[in-house]
């Protein structure tokens, strides 16, 4: 027996065998993943994006940020839905082709006409019927993002929130063949969404949930994430399926 594997050790070669071993422990490390390999895998990505950075000589996007300048000229955020609905306009009359929301207008503006005349104690009744009759902040938005093509966002939550019955709100159609691609996709237990009026309003609706790694940086952005139960597509390839005119997003 002895003499075998000293005929097999030889014809195999010492140094194949600690090849081997070495590749055993380094697969080894690899499926175990601890977070010191972690940690250099995720530094080496930003060192790569520091030496070669992605550079695009075209901006097809722009931001329209509410920053402090914004702030300064129109008040606190969150504003009147009015003056969303101004800023749609606007956009639209500029030429944007879609306008994307991060923000999620998930209540009922308190600022609107009807809100008012229940709020204020010293009005008198005429005063109040004037303001009863007048349009909602929120559907003068939804008119809004009818004459636009619009994609407001959604966010994956943790914790559940009553937003009433929302069986009537639209959602895209996310195809896929199998296997089921959900077992590998980020999971939000609930789904935050926008007001009905406005859901259905909108050409479109989509996630931008974000995921950070171990140490707090978003390095990758999901296009599907699994929210409330359903496939959700991100923010992003939503925008784009609504300005190409699809009608749903299939998964290959």
């Known amino acids: 027996m002895k003499k075998t594997l000293s005929r097999w050790g030889q014809r195999f070669g010492l140094g194949r065998a600690i090849g081997l071993f070495l590749l055993f422990v380094f697969l080894a490390i690899r499926v175990w993943d601890p977070p010191p390999l972690q940690e250099l895998r995720l530094r080496s990505f930003d060192l790569y994006q520091l030496l070669y950075p992605r550079v695009t000589d075209q901006r097809p996007v722009t931001i329209v940020d509410i920053d402090e300048q914004s702030l300064r000229a129109y008040g606190q955020f969150p504003w009147a839905r ?23 207008f998930a209540e009922p503006d308190r600022l609107s006409p009807g809100v008012a005349a229940d709020s204020f104690a010293n009005l008198d009744d005429a005063t109040r ?24 966002g959604q966010s994956g939550i943790t914790a ?6 929302l069986s ?20 939000f237990p609930h789904l935050l969404v926008n007001t009905p009026v406005l859901e259905k309003a909108a050409a479109g609706r989509g996630l931008f949930s974000i995921v950070p790694e171990r140490d707090g940086i978003v390095r990758r952005i999901p296009i599907v994430m699994e929210a409330g139960g359903q ?10 399926r609504v300005g190409f005119a699809a009608q749903a997003i299939r998964l290959i």
């Open 82 to 104: 009015t003056r969303i609905a101004e800023l749609i306009n606007k956009l639209t009359a500029m030429g944007a082709a879609i306008i994307g929301f991060d923000v999620i």
């Open 129 to 152: 019927e004037k303001l009863r009759s007048l349009p909602s902040n929120d559907d003068v938005l939804a008119a809004a993002l009818r004459r636009s093509r619009v994609v407001l």
């Open 160 to 165: 559940p929130i009553d937003q009433g019955d």
């Open 168 to 187: 009537s709100i639209p959602r895209t159609t996310v195809a896929f063949r199998p296997p089921d691609p959900t077992p590998w996709l980020v999971k």
């Open 231 to 240: 496939i959700v597509p991100a923010l992003s390839l939503e925008i784009l």
